[in-house]
């Protein structure tokens, strides 16, 4: 069995021969430049980088397609950079790099001091009201955008028949830019004070959303690489460690309708695909919610949140929901737990999410730079033993 038939087995909740594995599939699925070559490092592999640029603001990398192979990833990713040309587009003085994403908000990372890029200004932050400004919101220019992109699906498609390939989306999700593009205690205060503006800067990204998946579709289905795509990867965090970011019935009016647009959109121009969401927290009431407008698949996972115990979830929602990722607490046991610890984590969660497939081995969430090797190592030596069906 290959990856390819192995995770399309698996996402149609039947058992294939062992647990599929994601690494890079998606930039929530992936790993940190550091962790990645100190893992590397340490069982004396190549530490070569496919693509250093993935996403840099998460410092997240793409590894050699040799390590992929090496490391039995099932997944290959396709899509476009967080920040597209990201070497010309960086602007560095001294120790101090900063850049600017695709719609306008500026981030900044300090060798030797952050781990991360932070975010250090909003496009619309200091406007009076956020109905009011939307007309100053930075635009791509798409020409020139998706001319890049189908540069690199061009690149990415390269080798990818015996693999499941995930189109992984270019920016943050609804809720998440918004934040971003007007500042979070502004845009909170917004959902209050101004939600017809709320929804009007939904609108927007809602569009360009879809105009991303189009390119990507056009290219496909103009080059007959359509079928090499079996899943379709979108985001927005809408949980907090105990609740929602916002109340659930808002959730429900403003922002799910709206996800159900872009899953309806891309599932009628591709009806093979299945959906995956990423969204931390604390998300198991809006669940019912999310798989009416047409999520297949769930990530991370967040089992440490409030609500989302793992026999609980399988139970509730594993005859329609693929779980992606969960492996292991990328919160406490990943990076702070004994290798055994990891190990034993590990069995556990197979044990709860593995029977009846739905179940695609990933931690929660990318592995962090605070990894050891040795608990990188726990994690994947366990999921080769023990996830076999």
């Not at 599939?25 to 590397?40: E, F, S």
């Not at 290959?76 to 967080?82: D, P, V």
């Amino acid at each position: 069995m290959n990856s390819r038939e192995r995770i399309i087995k698996s996402i149609n909740h039947q058992e294939p021969d062992r647990v599929p594995y994601d690494l890079a599939g998606t930039t929530v699925t992936a790993i940190t430049k550091n962790a990645y070559l100190r893992a590397m490092q340490y069982r004396g592999l190549p530490c070569d980088i496919g693509d250093d640029e993935i996403d840099p603001i998460q410092q997240i990398i793409t590894p050699s397609e040799e390590n992929l192979r090496f490391l039995k990833s099932d997944t290959r990713r396709l899509g476009a950079k967080r920040i597209s040309d990201y070497q010309n587009a960086k602007r560095v003085s001294g120790n101090i790099i900063e850049v600017t994403d695709f719609y306008g908000c500026d981030w900044r990372y300090e060798k030797g001091k952050d781990i991360y890029f932070n975010l250090i200004s909003s496009p619309i932050g200091n406007a009076d009201s956020l109905f009011g400004s939307l007309h100053l919101l930075p635009r791509p220019d798409w020409d020139s955008y998706i001319s890049v992109l189908r540069k690199y699906l061009d690149e990415q498609i390269i080798g990818i028949e015996d693999f499941c390939g995930i189109a992984d989306r270019n920016t943050a999700g609804l809720t998440e830019n918004s934040l971003r593009i007007r500042g979070y205690e502004n845009w909170f205060m917004d959902t209050m004070l101004d939600p017809a503006g709320v929804e009007a800067l939904f609108d927007i990204i809602v569009e360009d959303k879809i105009r991303y998946w189009d390119a990507i579709i056009d290219w496909a289905i103009e080059t007959g690489n359509e079928q090499k795509i079996q899943v379709v990867s979108e985001c927005d965090d809408l949980g907090s460690q105990s609740t929602t970011i916002i109340d659930p019935e808002t959730l429900r009016q403003m922002v799910i309708p709206r996800f159900k647009t872009i899953f309806s959109h891309v599932k009628k121009r591709l009806p093979h695909v299945k959906i995956f969401m990423h969204s931390c927290g604390a998300i198991r009431e809006i669940l019912p919610d999310l798989i009416d407008a047409g999520l297949d698949i769930l990530n991370p996972v967040q089992f440490s949140a409030a609500g989302m115990d793992l026999v609980g979830l399988k139970r509730d929602f594993g005859d329609v929901l693929t779980f992606w990722g969960g492996g292991v607490d990328t919160q406490s046991t990943l990076n702070n737990g004994s290798p055994q610890q990891v190990a034993d984590e590990v069995k556990r969660i197979i044990d709860i999410l593995a029977p009846g497939g739905g179940f695609v081995f990933a931690p929660v969430h990318n592995v962090q730079d605070d990894v050891s090797p040795e608990n990188f190592w726990a994690m994947w030596d366990t999921l080769q033993q023990y996830g076999k069906y």
